[in-house]
């Protein structure tokens, strides 16, 4: 699966951004789609998923509220609406997909085989 991240961009705390995630390679079913950020000096931190089949969501309560995530089927892919942005919010956004992955292990990094390339997300207070 090949994933390419855009999106991104420098924004004013309080606007908007959406950031869109496209899949190609591979039928998505059975696929978990996540978001994942990481600020400079921080680890990798999950932000949200979406059950492709179902489409099941589950957001980090760090952004909940602010972010949604959701997919579009018939163009391959998962969009991020970041809403209310923070300046603790500036991070670059991968997204990431797993085949068959269990819900329960979905915001942990490691179970994802495929990766975007990141898009910066810069929120200036």
């Known amino acids: 699966v090949q994933l390419q991240a855009s999106g991104g961009g420098l924004v004013q705390a309080g606007g908007s951004l959406r950031l869109s995630c496209a899949a190609s390679g591979r039928s998505l079913n059975s696929h978990v789609m996540a978001w994942f950020r990481q600020a400079p000096g921080k680890e990798r931190e999950f932000v949200a998923a979406i059950r492709w089949n179902g489409g099941n969501t589950y957001v980090a309560d760090s952004v909940k509220g602010r972010f949604s995530i959701s997919k579009e089927t018939a163009k391959n892919t998962v969009w991020l609406q970041m809403n209310n942005l923070k300046p603790e919010d500036t991070a670059v956004y991968y997204c990431?997909?797993?085949?068959?992955?269990?819900?329960?292990?979905?915001?942990?990094?490691?179970?994802?085989?495929?990766w975007g390339q990141g898009t910066e997300v810069t929120v200036s207070s």
């Open positions: 990431a997909t797993r085949a068959g992955l269990i819900w329960g292990r979905t915001t942990l990094s490691s179970e994802y085989n495929y």
